[in-house]
């Protein structure tokens, strides 16, 4: 059964939310073995002093990112299970006995992954939670079904290791490469409960997504080209269905955004849009504009 588990809180900040985030790992009602708190260059000794009265693990680091700064923490950590925390998120506290349950339930499955909720700054709950439906993995990668939040995770120490963990080269959309790699290995138990909560903020909102998109083509082609080039049909098949489908959803978001820039003036930001349109999704690009006007 498994009950080793390390707890990974990587931080560049501290902030006002760190100490719910880790009151929150305290008050599992199935406890973690430890809590690691990853120091990626915050200022100051704040965040060492934290972690000594805490009673957390503290290592730090000199602002490498958050990949490698997640990464380091996995390399350090005893436990066979791994679960990352954000410094702004919370659990609920009956999140591990629940991925253990369903870990229990399903032995050959190398992570699991639970639904959660949305608050704001105070804690208040708003909008619609989301879930966690039991699928295969091919399901996943294939984008029929949208892949699990990294903040859901709590994954075999070992897969990590063996897939080298975060790709300490993306800056965006690592938690979805990540998760793409680990699905090739295997299945995921799904808890279909609301347990992990999302804290959005002015500091963690990103408004502008173009980035983004860049980084997740570039993760799709990669392992669709790996896929191919070791013989396995069955995971490039499901690849080549995710990026048809990621061009579809890509042109459409690039259209919503480009709107959104040009009621801002942010003619800079209309501009790499539009060349993202045209060198990336130029077919896509125009259907979506086609479809965007038969609805009006």
């Given at each position: 059964?498994?009950r080793?588990?390390?707890?990974?809180?990587?931080?560049?900040?501290?902030?006002?939310?760190?100490?719910?985030?880790?009151?929150?790992?305290?008050?599992?009602?199935?406890?973690?073995?430890?809590?690691?708190l990853v120091?990626?260059?915050?200022?100051?000794?704040?965040?060492?002093?934290?972690?000594?009265?805490?009673?957390?693990?503290?290592?730090?680091?000199?602002?490498?990112?958050?990949?490698?700064?997640r990464?380091?923490?996995?390399?350090?950590?005893?436990?066979?299970?791994?679960?990352?925390?954000?410094?702004d998120?919370?659990?609920?506290?009956?999140?591990?006995?629940?991925?253990?349950?369903?870990?229990?339930?399903?032995?050959?499955?190398?992570?699991?992954?639970?639904?959660?909720?949305?608050?704001?700054?105070?804690?208040?709950?708003?909008?619609?939670?989301?879930?966690?439906?039991?699928?295969?993995?091919?399901e996943m990668?294939?984008?029929?079904?949208?892949?699990?939040?990294?903040?859901?995770?709590?994954?075999?120490?070992?897969?990590?290791?063996?897939?080298?963990?975060?790709?300490?080269?993306?800056?965006?959309?690592?938690?979805?490469d990540?998760?793409?790699?680990?699905?090739?290995?295997?299945?995921?138990?799904?808890?279909?409960?609301?347990?992990?909560?999302?804290?959005?903020?002015?500091?963690?909102?990103?408004?502008r997504?173009?980035?983004?998109?860049?980084?997740?083509?570039?993760?799709?082609?990669r392992?669709?080209?790996?896929?191919?080039?070791?013989?396995?049909?069955?995971?490039?098949?499901?690849?080549?269905?995710?990026?048809?489908?990621?061009?579809?959803?890509?042109?459409?978001?690039?259209?919503?955004?480009?709107?959104?820039?040009?009621?801002?003036?942010?003619?800079?930001?209309?501009?790499?849009?539009?060349?993202?349109?045209?060198?990336?999704?130029?077919?896509?690009?125009?259907?979506?504009?086609?479809?965007?006007?038969?609805?009006?």
């Amino acid at each position: 059964m498994p009950r080793s588990i390390s707890v990974i809180i990587p931080t560049n900040r501290g902030g006002r939310f760190l100490g719910a985030a880790v009151a929150s790992v305290k008050a599992q009602t199935e406890p973690v073995s430890e809590i690691i708190l990853v120091d990626d260059g915050a200022p100051g000794d704040e965040l060492e002093r934290f972690a000594l009265s805490e009673g957390l693990r503290y290592l730090r680091l000199d602002g490498v990112g958050v990949s490698a700064a997640r990464n380091a923490g996995a390399a350090g950590a005893h436990g066979e299970w791994l679960v990352f925390l954000d410094d702004d998120d919370v659990w609920h506290p009956e999140r591990i006995a629940a991925q253990i349950a369903a870990l229990d339930g399903q032995p050959l499955a190398i992570a699991s992954h639970t639904g959660g909720w949305y608050m704001d700054e105070e804690g208040v709950r708003f909008g619609v939670d989301w879930s966690a439906r039991p699928v295969t993995a091919l399901e996943m990668i294939s984008g029929r079904v949208p892949l699990p939040r990294i903040t859901t995770l709590i994954v075999r120490h070992d897969a990590f290791d063996a897939i080298g963990g975060f790709d300490t080269r993306m800056r965006m959309s690592e938690d979805n490469d990540l998760m793409r790699r680990l699905l090739m290995r295997g299945d995921f138990a799904a808890v279909d409960r609301s347990l992990v909560g999302y804290r959005r903020h002015p500091g963690n909102v990103t408004s502008r997504m173009l980035d983004g998109r860049v980084a997740g083509r570039g993760s799709i082609r990669r392992l669709l080209h790996t896929a191919r080039r070791h013989g396995d049909r069955q995971h490039a098949a499901a690849l080549l269905e995710r990026w048809h489908r990621f061009r579809r959803e890509a042109a459409e978001e690039n259209l919503r955004e480009m709107g959104g820039a040009a009621r801002a003036h942010d003619w800079v930001y209309v501009i790499r849009c539009v060349g993202w349109a045209v060198r990336t999704a130029p077919g896509q690009s125009v259907r979506a504009a086609a479809r965007r006007v038969q609805r009006r």
